[in-house]
């Protein structure tokens, strides 16, 4: 974002902060909040019989006649072009059908970087697809072969022989902070805030810390890759995609190969793990253009290492994070700034001092970060981006500064907790977060925690206890809509191009939908992953089920009024208007006298239509504008860790939650659990290894690059407050990015309990406790 789209969402943020709220959605809070039924149960995946029967087809299992394979040539350099281009062993070899290279590619449109101004814009980079021989980043798909079978196509890719010309570029991190550039935005906050002069107070503290602290970069790694089947019919052409962004992408296609909307439909009914990694690439618009011009269908799935090369992940960062105290453990100070990686051809930061705007309140603030640009494969978002390694930093200053002062780690947390937003002064919409951690220290028991690193032991197991806190933003993206079919026999169809990547989406909407309408679950069917059904926002920045939800809440008040103009004067509801009644008992009633009441078949048979339907927006989400919302957590961890081999077992790990309503308990625990895990592997093991004389990754592969595994989880412990945020649709807020935030810093304080050593660099490995 630029300087004036600052000022342009500064001067609406003021504005809607002077509305009363009740005229904000959320002014009145969603019934749904006070009346449940369906939601807060225990229902199982509506998708979960069809998964396990294999019966759920993902898109690289669409059956086709005819369909021919792909695969990816990727480059070698970071910087230069390509001066020798040998392409004929491949073309000659068996069951090659083409070989697509810069000089027969056709003409395509490189998409819109992804902009929260525009937001069918979803490109991860802005370069050119195989439109010329310049190389821009060691991994850039330079040629594509496609053949009758996988193995044919994997086969003639070996044979093609390419020579670069290189050039110089800066490849190194240490390097680059020559040229770091200061941007003036992070998504819709300002880069810099400053309150205060940190620097003078941070002098004057009685107490301070003020250290680096680094993390790795890391890849993504979905069990299922990255895989499209394509299918064009003359000018028309569907795409089975793994996607988390359907609708957008569908526009996008249809902008880099110059169709009309209408002509594109990308399906992704179920997408198979996301994270923020499954959005739009260039093997997307490679493959779709290999496919017309073979005249096939046509299948590319990436291999592991193919993912690594051309889909981007998290950043790496260097942090510093100067916290001053008084003599009471009261902030007085707070600085964090640092570095990260974004390419000048990429757009997606990794804004680790987003989360800190909100985390504590102190007397001071200086917070801003640089941005360094490396020929590399564009970032993207990975999973709480920012707040998961922006968390990591700040809860371990807060930790060592508790070791200075001699207080317990969480009182000193809990005694800078805010009230309001700390930054910008706006009330918090709901803020349960103390009881978060007092819930949690509780279950977990915290109370038997030694002050004294290594004070505990077992045989060569030093143990030790680490907590620490985790925030995410809520966020509802406009432009979610809805279609709602009523049937007579009393089912209810709800429709958007939702994603769908393992977390529910089908089964809490189909919850909503059913208590939205007075319905049971089982009379409720949802339809997602499909472009021509009315357009969903993203499944990203943990906001689709809100965003949907909204959209859905629009549809049931529009749909409420087309049944009362269906019932007429014969009804039991004859002069009743739509805010008078609301829907119960498959049907609809008078919200005074209940037994003012018609059912949704009798309405319909007595106006001879077999369905109505009606088709909701979501609105703006102001509400998000005028008030603080967050997800909060407070995270508790346990370890062993062996004197002889350094050696990390984690051996307890509790997440405690303030999230607003929880919609689905099976569905939430799925979630936070997952998030948890990752977050394990972020402290623990993952790391991208990258050759810096090179660019190049090194561990593209999952015998490289280490993920936690099931003898690497411990015992995970779930525990959420419930209240609901009377701002946001069903009460909800996010869980999906929270579970990670936090768990590195709360392993890593652990471990310093157990040993009494400190390590600021991720990942937490054997070597550095030796």
Not at 290 to 303: D, E, I, K, Q
Not at 349 to 355: C, I, N, V
Request: with cysteine; aromatic share 6%; glycine share 10%.
């Amino acid at each position: 974002m630029s300087k004036l789209q600052n000022v342009i969402f500064g001067s609406v943020r003021t504005a809607v902060g002077w509305l009363p709220a009740g005229w904000l959605p959320g002014g009145t809070p969603d019934p749904l909040i006070m009346r449940r039924g369906a939601i807060g149960s225990q229902a199982p995946r509506v998708d979960g019989v069809a998964k396990v029967c294999g019966e759920a087809r993902f898109s690289a299992e669409i059956p086709l006649d005819g369909l021919c394979h792909a695969t990816l040539v990727h480059s070698t350099v970071a910087r230069g072009r390509i001066t020798r281009l040998d392409t004929r062993a491949a073309e000659q070899a068996p069951g090659v059908l083409k070989v697509v290279t810069y000089r027969n590619m056709p003409s395509v449109v490189s998409p819109a970087l992804t902009s929260v101004t525009d937001l069918s814009a979803i490109g991860a980079s802005n370069l050119p697809i195989l439109q010329d021989a310049e190389v821009h980043y060691n991994g850039q798909i330079v040629a594509a072969v496609v053949a009758e079978t996988p193995e044919q196509a994997e086969h003639a890719a070996a044979l093609i022989s390419i020579d670069y010309e290189t050039l110089p570029v800066e490849t190194r991190f240490e390097q680059a902070k020559a040229d770091a550039r200061l941007v003036p935005s992070l998504l819709i906050e300002p880069n810099h805030v400053s309150i205060g002069r940190a620097e003078r107070e941070l002098a004057r503290a009685p107490y301070q810390v003020d250290n680096l602290y680094r993390t790795p970069w890391q890849n993504h790694n979905a069990i299922e890759l990255h895989a499209l089947t394509v299918i064009w019919d003359d000018d028309r052409v569907t795409v089975h995609d793994t996607t988390q962004m359907i609708a957008s992408e569908a526009k996008a296609l249809a902008k880099a190969f110059n169709l009309k909307p209408e002509k594109v439909r990308v399906l992704s009914p179920f997408v198979g793990g996301g994270f923020g990694g499954k959005g739009l690439w260039d093997h997307q618009i490679v493959a779709a253009a290999a496919a017309r011009m073979v005249g096939r269908p046509l299948r590319l799935m990436l291999s592991r290492e193919s993912v690594y090369r051309i889909v981007g992940g998290r950043s790496a960062t260097e942090q510093r994070i100067a916290i001053g105290a008084d003599k009471n453990g009261k902030f007085t100070a707070l600085i964090h700034t640092g570095y990260s990686v974004m390419p000048s051809y990429g757009c997606s930061p990794e804004a680790f001092t987003l989360g800190t705007r909100s985390a504590y309140q102190a007397k001071s603030v200086e917070i801003f970060q640089h941005h360094l640009s490396l020929p590399v494969v564009p970032s993207t978002f990975m999973r709480a981006p920012g707040e998961a390694v922006g968390s990591f930093a700040l809860e371990s200053a807060v930790d060592e500064l508790a070791v200075r002062i001699g207080m317990d780690p969480m009182e000193l947390r809990l005694r800078n907790l805010p009230k309001k937003h700390p930054i910008s002064g706006a009330e918090f919409s709901q803020n349960a977060h103390e009881k978060a951690w007092r819930d949690g220290a509780t279950r977990f028991g915290w109370e038997q925690r030694t002050s004294e690193p290594g004070a505990r032991q077992e045989g060569e197991w030093r143990i030790g206890m680490g907590c620490a806190s985790g925030s995410f933003p809520y966020a509802r993206i406009p432009g979610a809509n809805v279609r709602i079919s009523l049937h007579r026999d009393g089912t209810a169809t709800v429709a958007c191009s939702g994603q769908e990547m393992g977390m529910g989406t089908a089964t809490v909407q189909a919850q909503n939908a059913a208590d939205r309408l007075g319905l049971p679950l089982h009379a409720v069917t949802v339809l997602i992953g499909d472009s021509s059904l009315p357009s969903a926002p993203i499944a990203g920045g943990s906001s689709q089920t809100v965003s949907i939800a909204g959209a859905i809440a629009a549809a049931a008040q529009k749909l409420t009024g087309e049944l009362l103009r269906l019932a007429g004067n014969d009804s039991p509801l004859a002069g009743l208007r739509a805010n008078d009644v609301h829907l119960t008992r498959e049907g609809v009633a008078s919200t005074e006298d209940p037994s003012r009441h018609e059912s949704f078949q009798a309405i319909l048979s007595r106006a001879n239509r077999d369905e109505i339907s009606v088709v909701g927006a979501g609105g703006a989400p102001l509400e998000a504008l005028k008030f603080a919302m967050h997800s909060t957590s407070a995270i508790f961890c346990e370890v062993r860790v062996s004197e002889v081999t350094g050696e990390i077992r984690v051996q307890r790990l509790l997440g405690s939650f303030d999230c607003g309503t929880i919609i689905n308990p099976r569905m939430a625990l799925s979630q936070f659990r997952g998030g948890m895990i990752m977050g394990l592997g972020l402290a623990l093991m993952e790391e991208t290894m990258f050759d810096e004389r090179s660019a190049r990754i090194m561990n593209p592969s999952l015998a490289d690059y280490h993920i936690p595994v099931h003898a690497d989880v411990p015992e995970i412990d779930v525990i959420w407050t419930d209240i609901p945020d009377p701002r946001s649709p069903l009460g909800a807020r996010g869980i999906g990015e929270i579970g990670i935030t936090g768990v590195a810093a709360a392993v890593a304080n652990a471990i310093f309990n157990a040993t009494g050593k400190r390590v600021r660099d991720l990942p937490i490995t054997l070597d550095k406790l030796l």
